[in-house]
Every structure is written in C-alpha cells, then in structure tokens.
C-alpha cells in the first residue's frame, strides 16, 4: 500500500521582481530562511524570551536579544562586536564547535539565567561575562582565559567553569575565585566530557551542580590508555603534525572517575564506579532534595544501562533501575525528578517504542505516562501544579513534530493531547513554571516562524512571525518555489519507508527528468521530515532535477524494530531500501531510469560509495563528501554501538566496509573530503583513493586545506555545493536552467 501526502502550499501573488535562486545568493546575506533565532530560553521569572540571532550583514556573528512579555517588545540584548570587536578562540574551543556543529558561527554561542532571573552569564571569545538585565550596557568581565562551560549556581551564590582542564569556581558574594582542581594537565581532565561523550553521546558538560549550592559532581578522566592518532591537517600554507588521542572502534577509551567537590571548602571525595574500568559514564544528575546524586553508568557493549543512586552524606550506592538489550540501549535526556523528592520520570525503549514512565525513589514502577503504538522523542516539561508533562513525539504522522500534553498519573498515557496545531515541525521550549513555551513551527512552504504561547496552545504573541512576502530575504524567490510532496514504500520486510519528492520548475509529466537522489541512511538521524527545506535541493528541483530523499532502516524516530535493522552490519539493510527507493523511482513515468545520481556526506558519504558499489547499473554517478570508508577507523561508542566489537563481529566489520565491495564501483564518482577533518579523519578518504588508484578506477576528487568536517567556511559552503551541482549536471547530461 503506497499514499501520498502531497503539500501544496497556498502561494500569494508573484512579486514583479522574482529572481532565480542561486548558490552565491544561498550563501550570501541575509538568511533565505529570514532572521532565524538560536537557543531560546524564557527567564525563571517567565517575563522575557531570550535568544541568540545573527546580524543583519553577517547572519553567522550571533549577539543575545530578548522579547519582553509584558509589552511585546524586542531589542537587542548584548552586542558580541561590542564586547569583542574581533574576536579569537582557542584550538579546543575550535575542535568543541566543530563536535557542536556551531563552527561556523562566531560572537555569542551560549548563556545562561541566573535563578532569579536579573543576570545572565555570557562566554565569549574565551572569557566571561555577567550581564545585568537590566542594565545590558554594563556587562562585567568576570573571568578570563579560555574559559569553557560556565554556570550560574542554582542559588545563585557561584559562577563555575573550566579553565586548562581544572574546575573553577567564584563566590559571587565575595569575588573570590577558587580552584577546585590542580591535577588537570596534559591526560588529565576535570569537569570536562571527552572526546566520545562530545560527539556521540550529546554530553555537554562534564560537572553538574547540587541544587543547594553545596556540591558539584564532576567527571574526572584520564586520556592516556587511548591511542595518539598522528595525523595531518593541511592548510594553504603550512601543515601541521597533530597528535590526537582518539579511540577507534575496539581501542581503549578514557579511565573515568566520578568525583564530589565542596564549592566552598574544596573538600573532595570519590563515587565508586565499580570494579569494571572499562565503562561509560553517560550521565550524572542530583535528586530534587540534593540527598542523592544519580549516574547513568554504561556497558561498553552498550546492551546495559544502569541508574545508580549514591547517596551525598555517605556514598553508599544503590542500583535503582537497570536497561538491558538485544542490540543496544539508547542514552536520553528525560530523567526528570518531582518537586515532591518522591518519584521521578525516565524513558524507556523496552516495548519497542520509546515510552515515559513514572518511578519512585527506589526505582518501583508506579505506571506508564505515556504507551500505546506511537513514542515520544523527549520530555520538554513537567508542571507539578496541573499534573501535567509536555512531550514532543511523531504521533500523528511520522514526518512530523507535535507537541503534546499527558496526565502525570497516567490516565492519558495513550490519549496524549496535541498542543501544537499546524501540521509540520514544531521545536518547543517551556518557561520553568510551564505557563508559557516559545513554538519555532515550519512547513516546507513556510519558514520558521516563532510564536510564545499557552500550554493549551493558544496564541501569546509573535516573537519572529517571519512572514514570507515581498520584503522577505526569499521574498524574491517565493514565486519558483517548488512544493515537498511526501509518500511511503515498503522495505523487503515490509516497514513503511518515508521519502520526500520535489519536481522540477516546469514539470511536464509527459517529460522524463534526472534525479538528484540526496541520502544521509545513518542512526540518530531524520532526513524526511515536513519542515522548511535545504536550499540547495530546491536549487536543484529549479535546474531541472527531481529531488527525491528517503529514510531507510536505521534511521531515527522510529520504532526499535526498524532502527535495530541495521545491527551488526551497517550498510545492508540500508542500502537495499535506498535500492527500493529507486526501483520506485524507475516506475514513474517522469524519471529518466538512466539518469539517476546519488550524493551523502558523512554517513551519507558512506551511502553514496555503498550505493554505486551496489548498483551502478541503476545510478548515473555519484557524489561522496567526507565518508567513512571502513567502521574500524571511526570511535568507539559510535561504531561499536552497531557492530560490536571487532574482534567479536569480524566478517560484520569486513563487510560493512567501502572496500569489501569497492569492485561494483562503475560510475562516475566525485570524493570530497576537508584535509583537516578531526571526526570522519582524511585517512578513509586516503585509503580509498588508494584503492581506487590500485584497481584503475578514474574519479573526481576535491580536498579543501584546512577544512574541517562541515567544510563550514562561507567560501568552502559555496564551492562545495557548485562542484556538486556542475558535477551533476555534467554526468546526467543537464543543461543550466534559463
């Protein structure tokens, strides 16, 4: 059974002066998108909105602005060229933005709200700043020195921070700076996630304060047990030797601790984290009352996950609940603990869908919050007073992002009540009393748009309405934008596959076109989704190609049953429904069967290799920028959370390679990878061009000195995405669109 959800967008007038999208202006100043904002928060007091956005003439300088409740008025905040006219960041800093794929962006990236809500804390370029709210001009320089991670206490009493892998504090009392670590140098760290916990596991920090003020845990590591990969970053004009400690798949990872520090003694003490090494540290969090802290400890296999409570005064532990799997166990952000220090929310995949579930303190089940055949994808609030908790979930249609509201004691579990209305995505995020949250909704036709609003949904006020007309940065572009139309095929074990369609300017049906077929196929991704659209696919739906992007097994927000498809062998599963994808595409009467091309970066990268490797009697040609080329060169807990460990899956490691199937490799290939990439290294695309070249396979390569894994610099995004499209054009024979 196939459908169609086709979106055809209700477009107002032409304007008289419609232009044709280019890449130089999807690259160019002001966003297409219109004045996006970042990292929004409501202050504790639930007056203002706050939120980072880019200027007018640079959309990547972030400065913090706010919306005022009260009036609805807005204004900028804190002017980031005001503080730092030019600013300059450390290697680490660069290498932390480049795992928060924020290396592009520069001025402010991050804040925070003192609890009661008249200071914010702002970094920038390295040092700190404490903002009056209200009296913005006046920010104070508190600490400088390559300064990371930095909070305000929950009481308000201490700013923290880390500088030169030690752990800081400053008693806002008294100005007085402490440190609580001294042993932070070369391997070690304090107060820090390491490399893998950064970039696969979503940690962002490394300490966490009690919410008394008393304490902060915080993880402390050694890097020494993990290999120092030496390689090059290759830039313009020099090359540099880069050591790095990076654990592939099957290599030793950091020796972690767990550690409790007095703020104002500097006291310390150590969490026993049991009698295996070799573990993750996944998560660490306090109890509502400040009595217990609370760690997530990790198998290295990753079929077990353990909550353990320890408690402050003594540190006896005990295990409150246990996660175990067939394949792997997720990590999450929804542990949540009540106000009543009695019970607490956690989620849990153990049905096969991802569910919320209320316990108590000892870790007894008291009931589901939510079950049923659908799951949420976070917690995004819990309102003690109404008895209620926000979720954001697929539900109603997969390609979708609703909010919803449950019955804490469950008695709407399977009966969740949509917030948001229009149907599309919906980021959400909740003032902390819950009486308000800030809506970003999009649509493929309508550009993010930001609203504050009631928890029943109902309209507040414009914060970014966005509108898309004449005066708009896509204003000019709105009359040859193209419409998403969205549909389902089956995989050969019969799961639905959500694909995405744009046709080209023009389209004669009688006609048969070229298809641009972009893939991503990897975990922990969602590459069909309604939402407002990448700029360059429409760019080539209007130079006359059929857009066409499917998500395969694997891919996320989905059911256990179809994301577990994949273990053990990454690239089977994946590559037989992307082949479904186009045996369908071969059926339309509008696609020219022979002129069919694939392009992936990253996962995606992997893919498009795969792909042509698979079928290049099925596709024209082929685009790969920064591929993994074969797993045991990628981390650990990334890899290995999929395939295990090498020396326990061996033939499932050989043949989720490139180069197990690198023979089937005919067309036309272009291999683009950044010569400075610290994440996907150069070194899969250096062994690939070496097998190529062994097996005399011709093909287009383009490295870019200096780049990183996003190649994220405007002029690299811009020549990135026009060697691609001219690529393309060229080896399915399309002419440039007049």
């Not at 010569?675 to 250096?686: E, G, K, P, Q």
Request: hydrophobic residues 35%; glycine residues 8%; charged residues 25%.
């Amino acid at each position: 059974m196939r459908f169609i959800l086709c979106f055809l967008a209700a477009m107002a007038s032409v304007p008289a002066s419609a232009e044709k999208l280019t890449l130089e202006r999807i690259h160019a100043d002001p966003a297409l998108a219109g004045p996006g904002v970042r990292n929004l928060k409501v202050s504790p007091d639930g007056e203002r909105v706050t939120f980072l956005r880019g200027r007018a003439d640079n959309q990547f300088q972030l400065d913090l602005w706010e919306f005022k409740l009260k009036d609805k008025s807005t204004h900028r905040l804190v002017d980031s060229k005001a503080l730092v006219p030019n600013e300059t960041i450390s290697p680490a800093e660069q290498a932390r933005r480049e795992r928060e794929r924020t290396a592009s962006l520069a001025g402010i990236l991050n804040y925070s709200w003192s609890p009661d809500g008249k200071q914010l804390l702002v970094p920038l370029a390295g040092d700190l700043y404490l903002v009056d709210a209200a009296h913005p001009d006046k920010a104070r320089l508190v600490a400088k020195g390559n300064v990371l991670d930095p909070k305000i206490s929950p009481k308000g009493r201490y700013l923290s921070f880390v500088r030169e892998q030690n752990l800081y504090v400053i008693d806002l009392k008294t100005g007085q700076e402490r440190q609580l670590t001294t042993d932070g140098k070369d391997t070690i760290h304090n107060g820090e996630a390491e490399f893998v916990a950064q970039e696969e596991m979503g940690q962002r920090t490394g300490y966490y304060w009690a919410p008394d003020d008393s304490a902060i845990a915080y993880k402390r590591y050694d890097e020494a047990p993990v290999p120092v990969v030496r390689r090059f970053e290759i830039f313009a004009d020099r090359t540099d030797v880069v050591e790095q400690r990076y654990p592939a798949a099957g290599d030793a990872n950091v020796l972690v601790q767990l550690k409790i520090v007095s703020p104002e003694t500097g006291l310390q003490r150590q969490v026993d984290l049991g009698s295996n090494p070799d573990i993750y540290l996944v998560r660490a969090d306090w109890s509502a009352d400040g009595k217990s802290l609370l760690y997530q400890r990790q198998s290295r296999d990753q079929k077990t996950l353990e909550l353990i409570a320890v408690d402050a005064a003594t540190l006896a532990q005990r295990t409150v609940l246990t996660e175990t799997s067939k394949t792997w166990v997720s990590i999450h952000d929804d542990l949540r603990f009540l106000a009543d220090g009695k019970s607490f929310l956690w989620s849990s995949e153990r049905t096969g869908r991802n569910h919320l579930y209320l316990y108590d303190m000892s870790g007894k089940l008291l009931h589901p919050v939510t079950s049923g055949e659908w799951g949420i994808d976070s917690v995004l609030a819990v309102n003690e007073k109404t008895g209620k908790v926000y979720v954001s979930s697929n539900r109603d249609a997969v390609i979708d992002k609703q909010t919803y509201a449950l019955a804490l004691d469950g008695s709407t579990a399977d009966k969740p009540q949509r917030v948001t209305k229009a149907d599309g995505w919906h980021d959400t995020t909740f003032a902390r009393n819950g009486a308000v949250f800030v809506d970003t909704y999009s649509d493929p036709a309508t550009p993010p748009q930001v609203s504050i609003r009631r928890p029943d949904g109902a309209m507040v006020g414009w914060l970014e309405e966005n509108a898309l007309n004449a005066s708009h940065p896509y204003g000019k572009y709105k009359a040859d934008h193209l419409p998403t139309e969205y549909g389902t095929i089956k995989s050969n074990d019969g799961q639905l596959l959500y694909y995405s369609l744009v046709k080209p300017s023009n389209f004669d049906a009688s006609k048969r076109y070229p298809v641009f077929l972009s893939t991503y196929g990897g975990p922990h991704s969602q590459h069909v989704a309604r939402r407002w659209g990448n700029n360059f696919d429409q760019y080539m739906a209007q130079q006359g190609f059929v857009v066409f992007r499917l998500d395969n097994r694997g891919s996320s927000r989905r059911e256990r049953a179809f994301t577990d498809a994949i273990y053990h062998n990454l690239g089977k599963a994946e590559v037989a429904d992307q082949l479904a994808g186009i045996a369908w595409l071969g059926q339309q009467s509008f696609v020219d069967a022979k002129r069919i091309g694939v392009f992936g970066w990253s996962y995606g990268g992997f893919m498009s290799l795969r792909l042509l490797s698979a079928a290049s009697d099925k596709i024209a040609a082929g685009v790969s920028v920064a591929p993994v080329t074969d797993w045991s060169l990628y981390d650990t807990h990334y890899t290995e959370q999929f395939l295990g460990m090498p020396k326990e899956n061996v033939e499932g490691y050989k043949d989720s390679t490139v180069f197990a199937h690198l023979d089937g490799l005919k067309s036309p290939l272009l291999l683009v990878h950044g010569m400075a990439d610290d994440n996907v290294l150069f070194s899969n695309s250096t062994r690939l061009i070496d097998a190529l070249v062994n097996r005399g396979v011709q093909f287009d390569l383009m490295t870019y000195p200096g780049a990183k894994h996003g190649i994220s610099s405007r002029a690299g995004q811009r020549h990135v995405y026009a060697k691609i499209a001219a690529f393309f054009k060229k080896n399915l024979k399309v002419d440039d669109a007049k």
